[in-house]
């Protein structure tokens, strides 16, 4: 079959990176009593533009994603099942097939269960759960997960109390916020819905629960990424970059919490702080869908105060150079657009990492290639055309060299962290070898979405099963 030799090969791969890259030992520093100390890395670190392990030797991660978006937010661990479990094992056979990290969801829903209140007892979950996958030299990178942002949109990430507060306060007339500004709204909304853009959510007329939110089957009745569209969700990402109603202190908050408290842990290599960023409010200013804008005007304002709290919450009890490395990710409108028969990628926005210099040892670039993105009919019941499977080894090839020059320019690693979201088919097993052919052509790290379905109610496979 071939994921039997899909992971054979990246068995052997991993393997042949080991033996093949020469062998930088660290220095030691000479302690006080003449002995030598202990090594200055406990875990993976940046160094010159690469990972490298405690040896000093460079290092390629191969992964999955495993994000649980609804509660308890963490797979049981206990009894395995093909469909939703992440047990012992899933983890050996993670180990057996030679996979070395893991991207874990960590929402902020999950962590933030009121105001200012925080669930420790759910930290300590994960905590363990990277604790098990690093016996097995598994590494963990911490993903503050979203799609769609919140639950009462058809969403999840935020805590839904600070959706339903912002959306009170700047729904118009009791409907949905607005699209552009009081001034415009008269004739720019009725323009953009006439173009199937802005819609309000409301409209959809949903069935809720006890709680206010959509059913989640009534949510699959449309691809989530249509969700986007509406003016809630640009009016929470714009809330979120604009930090209004203090909601960027909220999450930054949220992430001093989380890597105050897993950056200790040895199995840790990274925190993700935000998935899939959109562009917000582009009804408003369309300028942010223009390349390079997104990332400078919103999200490096953002990065930079994450990175603080990152820097700040600098592990004490583990190698004396060990510190919190922050895997950002650019935005996937503007700098991407499937527009065109080719699409069109651009580089990036960012002058530097975020809160870091060039070369920073403390920053990764993080980013996703989906075939999907190259056009809107490449992907017309969620997988790909199987007459256009061909298209997407020049898209891929284009994303990832471009994503490379751009990690060169920045002095720091590449990893892509989503690609695949495949159902059973031929055509996705295809999808599969091409990302990974250009992921090894330049030699960047890969973690598939996703290692099994695990609930999931906003993908773009629906109903089918995604994962192994």
Known sequence: MFFNSLFAIVAIALVLVGRVMPQQVLDRQPREDGLESGPAHSRPYVQNGTFRDVHGRQMIFHGVNVVYKVPPYIPDQKVFDSQASFAEEDMDNLQKWGFNIVRLGVMWEAVETAP???????????????????????????????????????????????????????????????????????????????????????????????????????????????????????????????????????????????????????????????????????????????????????????????????????????????????????????????????????????????????????????????????????????????????ECYPWHQKRIQTRTEDARKLGIPLIITEFGTCTQSKVCNREIQIVTQVCDQNLSSWAYWEYKPFNDFTTTSNESSQGF
């Open 116 to 390: 200012g209140v925080y669930n420790h007892t759910y930290l300590d979950e994960v905590n363990e759960l990277i604790l098990k996958l690093g016996k097995r030299n598994i590494f963990t990178l911490v993903d503050a997960h979203q799609d769609v942002f919140a639950r009462v949109i058809c969403g999840e990430g935020m805590p839904d109390f600070y959706a339903k507060e912002i959306l009170k306060a700047d729904t118009v007339n009791g409907k949905s916020p607005y699209c552009t500004t009081s001034y415009t709204d008269w004739f720019a909304k009725p323009l953009l819905q006439s173009l199937g853009f802005c819609p309000s959510f409301a409209d959809y007329n949903y069935t809720r629960d006890a709680e206010g939110d959509p059913l989640t089957s009534e949510c699959r009745r449309r691809r989530f990424f249509k969700y986007y569209y509406t003016a809630e969700a640009m009016d929470l990402f714009e809330a979120l970059y604009t930090n209004r109603l203090g909601l960027q202190d909220k999450f930054v908050a949220f992430w001093d919490v989380v890597s105050k408290k897993m950056g200790e842990n040895p199995f840790v290599i990274g925190f993700d702080p935000l998935n899939e960023p959109l562009p917000a409010n582009a009804y408003k200013d369309l300028f942010l869908l223009l390349p390079h804008n997104f990332d400078r005007w919103e999200l490096t304002p953002l990065y930079e105060n994450i990175f603080k709290k990152y820097e700040a919450n600098r592990p004490q009890s583990l190698g004396s150079d060990d510190k919190n490395v922050m895997f950002f990710m650019p935005g996937q409108i503007g700098d991407v657009l499937g527009v065109t028969k080719r699409g069109i990628v651009n580089t990036l926005g960012f002058d530097a990492p975020p809160g870091g210099d060039i070369g920073s040892d403390q920053h990764v670039l993080n980013d996703h290639s989906y075939c999907c993105q190259l056009a809107a009919d490449m992907c017309p019941n969620g997988e790909i055309n199987e007459d256009r499977i061909e």
